[in-house]
């Protein structure tokens, strides 16, 4: 029955290439933007595992990743570091690599200071590709985030421009595809110094703009965060369950636009369908006269038209995902001097759109299907 | 004994605001094994009697019994399966499906009767030689000749066996040699498999083939008669045009 139906497909090669085509359009338009969505969601995912493994605190006011013009006193740190149940609060100062970032996923380039007397328990959570971490005294040294050190395309032992200031790599972290992949780490002191360039008007000596927070073991991170906010005034705290749920919230929105996007590119197709299989269904009439006269019944009309219709779909399907994973590795290996990934190729995004695709074909061809089953044989016959 | 038999059988259309009775009050029956022609001008309600007999149309009101079953009681998924089982069609215009070749298209009913692709295979060839077109069986319709797509149809008609093969005007696209050999073809297969033969025709050379005429007139029976059927000599025929 699939050799019939090819045929008859074929047999009217101009109008199935052109309703294929509708598919292919909506399921490469998916596809791609499925690919984007599962890096940022990839990325995302990155930032979540970085943001909740700590409590981040920031003035009052201030955004997540700590990058704003707010900031407090370092006695506020020790304020932080006094709350029962607080392991470590790491005093860090985040100055945006570059004031005006073009939008970019999950995290913005970073440069973060912290204070070395315990900033090195946190950045040992991330495992290093080469060199070494940054020591308490050290001074003009960086260790980079790895798509940081991709993008600005230095390695150990390179000199780094950051806002102005050169900067010696000692280190480079391993892919984490989280957050700290867009930092670069510096002493405290040092990022100070490039804050105070930002804003010459402040003249503090000692301020935060982030506070990392590490629980003891068997403290709650939730509870730990509301006595945090309870006890430190000034402050907004950003449990690992709020950073978890800000970040997704972003994700969610992003993703809804861009399936919403694949979606109506497939809702055309969609239609486009319905109408080729109407017009089959009346170029056949005749035939499908002839098919009930010598015993077709009803189910295998339907089956038939049906089976049709699915596979201008599946073959939509798969030409358009073929098409999108092409357009997405060419994007990738074009945008690969900068070494940024802009899409990911996952498993669901191939695999679902074909399927979608079929059941959207099949779907598609119930309604012109069913007026072909539902055809009298005395009438279909009677159709020139 | 009776193959079929009508009782006060009624065809009624709504053409605007007045009835056409198409076929009216028409009762009837066809032994097994007959080979009739039914004629009439065009509008006396030949091919909707056909219809009526071969289960395609339903009847307004009145009685059709194929094999002493009373068809105009039976829903529509089950007057498919007599027309599968039990009914063979040729149309005028043969209606063969473009796509597929002779073969596949004679293999078709036998599809929906569930047969297996070997078995449809065999039987279609079997068919298909019958009606002498053996070595056409991979060509498309496109490919073959009218007299040639009528065969194909006519090996359609017969491979599954039916008991009765309803004809609606098989040769009227035919010249005479294609005609003769039509009908040469529906006759051996009549006196050798013993299958019962209707054929609507307005030709009166075919009619004069057959051994009964049932003639119709407004949807009625004109007349009824049993004839000595005409010897056929297509080879004749042929030198002749």
């Known amino acids: 029955m699939i050799k019939y139906v090819l045929k008859n497909m074929w047999q009217r090669k101009a109008r199935t290439f052109l309703t294929v085509l509708g598919i292919v359009v909506g399921i490469f338009a998916l596809t791609v933007l499925g690919g984007l969505s599962a890096r940022l969601n990839q990325q995302v995912k990155g930032s979540e595992s970085w943001f909740t493994s700590n409590i981040t605190v920031v003035p009052s006011g201030g955004s997540l990743f700590g990058g704003s013009d707010k900031f407090f006193e370092l006695s506020k740190v020790r304020e932080i570091q006094g709350v029962p149940g607080v392991q470590t609060a790491t005093a860090g100062i985040g100055v945006l690599l570059n004031d005006s970032q073009n939008f970019s996923f999950g995290a913005p380039d970073l440069v973060i200071g912290l204070d070395m007397n315990n900033g090195n328990d946190l950045l040992a959570q991330i495992p290093l590709q080469s060199g070494r971490l940054i020591r308490k005294g050290d001074s003009g040294k960086v260790v980079l985030g790895s798509n940081l050190a991709k993008k600005l395309n230095v390695k150990v032992g390179d000199t780094v421009n950051l806002r102005g200031t050169p900067f010696e790599v000692v280190g480079i972290f391993q892919v984490t595809l989280s957050a ?30 982030v506070v990392y927070v590490r629980w003891k073991p068997g403290v709650g991170p939730e509870a730990l965060s509301r006595r945090i906010g309870r006890e430190v005034s000034g402050v907004r705290v950003i449990s690992p369950a709020q950073a978890k749920q800000q970040i997704s ?27 080729t299989m109407i017009m089959s269904v009346s170029e056949r009439t005749r035939e499908i ?88 044989p005395v009438d279909a016959l009677k159709e020139d | ?89 040729v149309f005028q215009e043969f209606n063969l499906l473009p796509v597929m070749s002779a073969l596949e298209n004679v293999e078709l009913p036998l599809r929906y009767l569930g047969k297996g692709a070997r078995e449809r295979d065999s039987l279609a060839r079997e068919a298909l030689e019958k009606v002498g077109l053996a070595n056409r069986a991979k060509n498309k319709p496109s490919q ?87 010897p056929l000599s297509c080879e004749d025929l042929a030198r002749h045009t």
């Open chain 1, 180 to 209: 700290p992949d867009q930092f670069a780490f510096v002493p405290y002191a040092d990022s100070l110094a490039l804050f105070r360039n930002a804003n010459p008007f402040l003249q503090t000596k000692d301020l935060a703009s």
């Open chain 1, 249 to 275: 919230q972003f994700s969610l929105i992003f993703n809804a636009i861009l399936l919403g996007v694949g979606l109506i590119a497939l809702i055309v197709g969609g239609l486009s369908i319905i109408n």
């Open chain 1, 289 to 376: 006269g002839l098919k009930k006269a010598v015993g077709a019944d009803t189910g295998s009309i339907l089956g038939e038209y049906l089976l049709e219709s699915a596979m201008i779909g599946f073959i939509g399907g798969l030409i358009g995902t073929g098409l999108g994973v092409v357009a997405i590795k060419l994007i990738n290996s074009a945008t690969g001097t900068k070494q940024v990934t802009v899409f990911a190729v996952s498993t669901f995004v191939v695999i679902g759109p074909i399927v979608f695709a079929t059941v959207l074909g099949a779907l598609a061809g119930v309604f012109p299907a069913l007026r072909a089953a539902r055809l009298r």
């Open chain 2, 1 to 89: 004994m009776n193959l079929i038999t009508t009782r006060d059988l009624k065809k009624t259309y709504l053409m605007g605001d007045s009835e056409v009775h198409a076929v009216d009050d028409i009762s009837f029956s066809i032994d097994k094994g007959e080979f009739l022609a039914i004629t009439g001008p065009s509008g006396s309600g030949k091919s909707t009697l056909l219809n009526l007999l071969g289960c395609l149309d339903a009847p307004t009101s009145g009685h059709v019994f194929i094999d002493g079953e009373d068809t105009s009681r039976l829903s529509s998924h089950e007057l498919t399966r007599v027309r599968r089982e039990s009914i063979g069609f």
């Open chain 2, 144 to 230: 073959l000749s009218g007299g040639e797509r009528q065969r194909v149809a006519i090996a359609r008609a017969l491979v599954t066996n039916p008991t009765l093969v309803l004809a609606d005007e098989p040769t009227g696209e035919l010249d005479t040699y294609n005609t003769c050999r039509v009908i040469e073809i529906m006759r051996i297969l009549n006196e050798d498999l013993g299958q019962t033969f209707a054929v609507v025709t307005h030709d009166p050379m075919v009619a004069g083939y057959t051994g009964r005429v049932i003639s119709l007139r407004d949807g009625k029976i004109d007349s009824d008669a049993t004839q000595q059927p005409a």
